[in-house]
């Protein structure tokens, strides 16, 4: 007997930051270990991009890659990549790390895709707008930045389980 078709999935997530490398994989690694622990992974497309392509091909970051690790979830398998036309019309809803980040997606997205676009914080309000980049920080920012993800992720994680019910 021939395996039962895939259901195409209900709904599509995608982070971006500047070069998809330390922020967006975070966001995208946890979400998609939140959705796993939820039994809803086969029914959401998690992804992460960059508004730059500075690092496409690239895995996360190793200071990214070990905060998820010491946290039990692994995005050593993401790899960096830049944001695309054919990512508005893909992803039901699309997350920017800070407001640079939004001016550049609003830039590019087509007039009928633009309420998909949000600031990944506005999840989170309480941390503010941005989500700071820790690329040139030390440790702390990257504890920050998965501190920011944890919180964004509950809060997404319950929106996604309201639209699909």
Same mark, same amino acid.
């Given at each position: 007997?021939p395996?039962?078709?895939?259901?195409?999935?209900?709904? #599509? @997530?995608?982070? @971006?930051?500047?070069g998809?490398i330390?922020?967006?994989?975070?966001?995208?690694?946890l979400?998609?270990?939140?959705?796993?622990?939820?039994?809803?992974?086969d029914?959401? @497309?998690?992804? #992460?991009?960059?508004t730059? %392509? *500075?690092?496409? %091909?690239?895995?996360? /970051?190793? +200071? #990214?890659?070990?905060?998820?690790? #010491? *946290?039990?979830?692994?995005? %050593?398998m993401l790899?960096?990549?830049?944001?695309?036309?054919?990512?508005?019309? +893909?992803? =039901?809803?699309?997350?920017?790390? /800070?407001?640079?980040h939004y001016?550049?997606?609003?830039?590019l997205?087509?007039?009928?895709?633009?309420?998909?676009?949000?600031? *990944?914080?506005? *999840?989170?309000? =309480?941390?503010g707008? =941005? @989500?700071?980049?820790?690329y040139? %920080?030390?440790?702390?920012?990257?504890?920050?930045?998965?501190?920011?993800?944890d919180?964004v992720?509950?809060?997404?994680?319950?929106?996604?389980?309201d639209r699909?019910?």
């Amino acid at each position: 007997m021939p395996p039962a078709p895939t259901a195409a999935p209900a709904f #599509s @997530v995608l982070m @971006v930051c500047t070069g998809n490398i330390c922020r967006s994989p975070t966001a995208d690694g946890l979400l998609r270990h939140r959705l796993r622990e939820a039994g809803l992974h086969d029914r959401v @497309v998690v992804d #992460s991009a960059g508004t730059h %392509g *500075y690092h496409i %091909g690239h895995p996360p /970051d190793r +200071r #990214s890659a070990a905060k998820a690790r #010491s *946290y039990g979830v692994d995005i %050593g398998m993401l790899r960096a990549r830049q944001v695309e036309a054919a990512d508005f019309q +893909r992803f =039901d809803l699309i997350l920017a790390m /800070d407001q640079g980040h939004y001016d550049i997606l609003l830039q590019l997205c087509p007039p009928q895709h633009r309420d998909k676009l949000r600031l *990944y914080l506005e *999840y989170a309000p =309480d941390f503010g707008r =941005d @989500v700071p980049d820790p690329y040139y %920080g030390g440790e702390d920012g990257f504890e920050t930045v998965w501190r920011m993800c944890d919180a964004v992720s509950a809060a997404l994680l319950a929106e996604i389980r309201d639209r699909l019910a």
